[in-house]
């Protein structure tokens, strides 16, 4: 998973992008309750539905930066922060399990980005900080986004 270097850039989406509902309907990020159901993706890149918890990274006076994705086929436009995790993969015809995560900041033009073909409270979440601090002391350095953290830093 990611690493909260989403607090120092401000998080991993923009508050007005789109979460589709359960229902079919879209809402903004920043309109998110808990008890909603989300579109997600499961272990094996299948779409599913997710309830909505919190969020673990909430600042919504961050000034931040994004990077701006965009497929082809279908064509979708995704605007998020450059540590964010997408699967990629260097052939559109591997099966989603074989798609990797890398960080935002790395897509080039040409990779293959896994997308769905048919249609809290403010500051870092302790969860999420500390999942953070765990990932420092047992994964390797280079699994985190050199935009680190200074106040999780080990």
Not at 10 to 33: I, N, S
Not at 40 to 45: E, L, S, T
Not at 49 to 56: E, R
């Amino acid at each position: 998973t990611e690493h909260s270097a989403a607090a120092k850039t401000g998080g991993c989406f923009p508050g007005r992008a789109l979460a589709t509902l359960e229902d079919g309907a879209q809402t903004p990020l920043w309109a998110l309750r808990p008890g909603q159901r989300v579109l997600a993706m499961d272990g094996a890149g299948r779409p599913t539905y997710s309830d909505f918890l919190a969020f673990l990274d909430k600042e919504p006076r961050a000034l931040t930066s994004f990077h701006v994705i965009e497929t082809r086929e279908p064509p979708r436009r995704l605007v998020l922060t450059p540590t964010h995790l997408l699967f990629v993969a260097q052939n559109a015809s591997m099966p989603t399990t074989h798609f990797r995560p890398i960080f935002a900041s790395l897509v080039r033009p040409g990779h293959f980005v896994l997308v769905v073909a048919a249609g809290g409270g403010d500051g870092v979440h302790w969860y999420s900080g500390l999942l953070y601090r765990l990932g420092r002391l047992i994964l390797p350095p280079d699994s985190f986004h050199p935009l680190g953290v200074p106040w999780a830093e080990s």
